[in-house]
C-alpha cells in the first residue's frame, strides 16, 4: 500500500502532462443576409432549444433565427416598450429571454418568439456583465457598487450574492464573467491575468494565474474551463494546453449548450466540440 500512492501520483502527474485539447468542428450555421448585412451588426449570442439570439448592442436590436431558419426581430430605436438603450447582454433560459439595459438598470424580457412580456426595473448598480444559469438563476456584475447581485427565475429582488471588494485586485480589472449551465461562476481579470473560479454558492473555490494577456471569452464546457481570444485560440485553464482554430473572421462572441462551444461570427455560427484529451 505504500507504493501505491506513489504511483498514483506519477500516472495523474503523466495523464495531466500530455492532456491536451481535442477540436471537433460538428456544424456550420451561414446566418441569413438579413442578420448579416451591414444593417444588423451581430456582437452577443445566446443559444436555446429552439434556436439563436443573435444582440446587435450598436443599433439596439435582437435577431430570433429558428431552429426551422424563422427570423424575428425585436427593439430598435423608440419609445416602444421592447426598446432598449444601453443593451450589455442577451440571455435565454427556460424558454424566455431578457436583454440586460446596463445604463437604464432593467430588463426587458420577451418569450422564446421575441413577444414582449415585461419591463423589469432594478435598483440603479448600473451592471457591466451579467449571465443565467439553467435553473434560471441570474447574476448582474457591477463594478461600482464592487457586489455580485443575484435574482431567481421569478425575478422579484436582485439580492447581494458576491462582494468583490473582499479581492482588492479586481477592482476596474474585469474583463468577463461567465454563469456556466450548472450555475458556477468564472471571472477573468486583464490586470493580473488572474481567472477567478466560484462555486454555484457564491464561495471562491479556484484562482488561476494564466500567461495569456489578450484573452476575451472565458467558458465552461462540461467540466473544463477554457479561455478564448478574438483570433481562435483555445486555451485549457486547468491544463494550460493551446489550440488555434482555423478561422479567417475575428470572434464576436461564444455561448455554450449541451456542452458544445457556439462561436458567432459576422456571418456565421460555427458548433464545435472542445473537450480534453
Known amino acids: 500500500m505504500k507504493y501505491l500512492k506513489p504511483i498514483l501520483l506519477a500516472i495523474l502527474f503523466c495523464c495531466s502532462l500530455y492532456s491536451q485539447i481535442n477540436v471537433n468542428i460538428i456544424k456550420i450555421i451561414d446566418l441569413p443576409t438579413e442578420i448579416s448585412n451591414k444593417e444588423f451588426q451581430p456582437t452577443n449570442l445566446s443559444v436555446s432549444t429552439t434556436g439563436y439570439y443573435i444582440l446587435d448592442n450598436i443599433n439596439r436590436q435582437v435577431a430570433f433565427l429558428s431552429n426551422d431558419n424563422d427570423i424575428v426581430f425585436a427593439g430598435g430605436y423608440g419609445i416602444d416598450n421592447d426598446a432598449f438603450i444601453d443593451p450589455i447582454e442577451i440571455l435565454s433560459s427556460q424558454l424566455q429571454v431578457w436583454i440586460v439595459d446596463g445604463t437604464e438598470n432593467r430588463l426587458i424580457e420577451f418569450d422564446h418568439n421575441l413577444n414582449y412580456l415585461r419591463t423589469i426595473e432594478f435598483d440603479p448598480i448600473y451592471p457591466e ?126 455561448a455554450q449548450m449541451d456542452g458544445n462551444l457556439y462561436i458567432l461570427f459576422l456571418d456565421k455560427i460555427w458548433v464545435v466540440n472542445v473537450a480534453m484529451e
Open 129 to 254: 456583465f451579467s449571465g443565467i444559469d439553467d435553473w434560471g438563476n441570474m447574476l448582474l456584475l457591477s463594478e461600482q457598487e464592487q457586489m455580485i447581485f443575484k435574482t431567481n427565475p421569478q425575478i422579484v429582488n436582485f439580492d447581494n450574492f458576491i462582494d468583490l471588494s473582499i479581492w482588492n485586485d479586481l477592482y476596474g480589472c474585469i474583463t468577463d464573467m461567465y454563469i456556466a449551465s450548472d450555475g458556477t461562476l468564472g471571472i477573468l481579470t486583464n490586470c493580473n491575468k488572474f481567472i477567478y473560479l466560484f462555486n454555484r454558492l457564491g464561495k471562491l473555490e479556484n484562482k488561476f494565474q494564466v500567461e495569456i494577456t489578450d484573452s476575451k471569452y472565458l467558458i465552461k464546457l462540461s467540466n473544463e474551463w477554457f479561455l478564448l481570444n478574438t483570433d481562435g485560440q483555445i486555451i485549457s485553464i486547468r491544463y494550460n494546453e493551446k489550440v488555434n482554430l482555423p478561422i479567417e473572421q475575428f470572434i464576436l462572441d461564444v
